[in-house]
């Protein structure tokens, strides 16, 4: 079992940054990749971000490429989204998930296990 817990979500002006937080027990933090997904109002859950277990390689929608660093501490079991230049488009709420596999992949479906989401508000 995993168990994950976001945090950091909030409300923000455009162009402003928020750093979101995923801490995650249970198994071996570093024996599984950590991804996160978005999901907006009325729509289908996005990929936003990947991140393989290692954490030598990410792995970004292009929606937020450029804008968005994943990473993660497998020393403190946590995984991070710090999210600059932020848009209108960009509210959704946030959700962390993990991949058994061990490598990232953008498919919701490849993740084994999900937290609770944490929303994000950006205001024009």
């Known amino acids: 079992q995993v168990q994950l817990v976001e945090s950091g979500g909030g409300l923000v002006q455009a162009g402003g940054s928020l750093r979101l937080s995923c801490k995650a027990s249970?198994?071996?933090?570093?024996?599984?990749?950590v991804g996160w997904f978005r999901q907006a109002p009325g729509k289908e859950r996005e990929f936003v971000s990947a991140?393989?277990?290692?954490?030598?390689?990410?792995y970004y929608a292009d929606s937020v490429k450029g804008r968005f660093t994943m990473s993660r501490d497998n020393a403190k079991n946590m995984a991070y989204l710090q999210m600059n230049s932020l848009k209108p488009e960009d509210t959704a709420v946030y959700y962390c998930?993990?991949?058994?596999?061990?490598?990232?992949?953008?498919?919701?479906?490849?993740?084994?296990?999900w937290g609770q989401g944490t929303q994000v508000t950006v205001s024009s």
């Open positions: 249970g198994r071996t933090f570093s024996n599984y990749a």
């Open positions: 991140i393989i277990r290692t954490a030598s390689s990410t």
């Open positions: 998930a993990a991949d058994l596999r061990g490598w990232s992949t953008p498919k919701s479906n490849d993740y084994n296990y």
